[in-house]
T-cell receptor, first 114, second 113 residues
Framework: EAAVTQSPRSKVAVTGGKVTLSCHQT?????MYWYRQDTGHGLRLIHY???????EKGDIPDGYKASRPSQENFSLILELASLSQTAVYFC?????????????FGPGTRLLVL | TQTVSQSDAHVTVFEGDSVELRCNYS??????LSWYIQHHGRGLQFLLK??????VVQGVNGFEAEFSKSDSSFHLRKASVHWSDSAVYFC???????????FGDGTQLVVKP
């Protein structure tokens, strides 16, 4: 069964609206990540978290907030959605220690901002 | 900062052919190198990784990759591809002292019957 799940799987939002993407993992991993993927490109890191109640900025944090209320849950929040935030968003988790560089991904959320 | 370059955006082969997907990296320190696979509409899945030791690492489904320090490369290979290998393949690099991963732009592999 899937260890990293995301909801919703797809969403249509209006410009200026608020969007919340949710991620849940049952891997018992400490680290969680949010990436965005644009067509034909690799993944870019938005926010990540080492531990519950703490988040860190990634490479492209502008326009996004993150929340990690528990070890299992990690949310990505777009307070004022914009057209440029249309993309596929992936959540991932990884363990601490020697395998911290191996990440386990969710199925993705396809976001369309109109 | 680590960087990863995948020179081929698209590779098309026939079923049963061998294939090599190219990856070059830039980083001066000790690193982990990985390959991930992404089937259409799915999340990325870990294939294999290298840190030290034997430069040829084996992954699932007959994939292997070879590390070359002199060429700064970590190319992925498979001797005989199957149609189900059609996917996008991402090379990734991370420093051995943290959990940040930097992904290449991916290579789309199309396997024709």
């Amino acid at each position: 069964e899937a260890a990293v799940t995301q909801s919703p799987r797809s969403k249509v939002a209006v410009t200026g609206g608020k969007v919340t993407l949710s991620c849940h993992q049952t891997n018992n991993h400490d680290y969680m990540y949010w990436y965005r993927q644009d067509t034909g490109h690799g993944l870019r890191l938005i926010h990540y978290s080492y531990v519950a109640d703490s988040t860190e900025k990634g490479d492209i944090p502008d326009g996004y907030k993150a929340s990690r209320p528990s070890q299992e849950n990690f949310s990505l929040i777009l307070e004022l959605a914009s057209l440029s935030q249309t993309a596929v968003y992936f959540c991932a988790s990884s363990d601490r220690g020697k395998d911290q560089d191996t990440q386990y991904f969710g199925p993705g959320t396809r976001l369309l901002v109109l | 900062t680590q960087t990863v370059s995948q020179s081929d955006a698209h590779v098309t082969v026939f079923e049963g052919d061998s294939v090599e997907l190219r990856c070059n990296y830039s980083y001066g320190g000790s690193i982990y190198l990985s390959w991930y696979i992404q089937h259409h509409g799915r999340g990325l899945q870990f294939l294999l990784k290298y840190y030290s030791g034997n430069p040829v690492v084996q992954g699932v489904n007959g994939f292997e990759a070879e590390f070359s320090k002199s060429d700064s490369s970590f190319h992925l290979r498979k001797a005989s591809v199957h149609w189900s290998d059609s996917a996008v393949y991402f090379c990734a690099v991370s420093a051995n002292n943290n959990n940040r991963i930097f992904f290449g732009d991916g290579t789309q592999l199309v396997v024709k019957p």
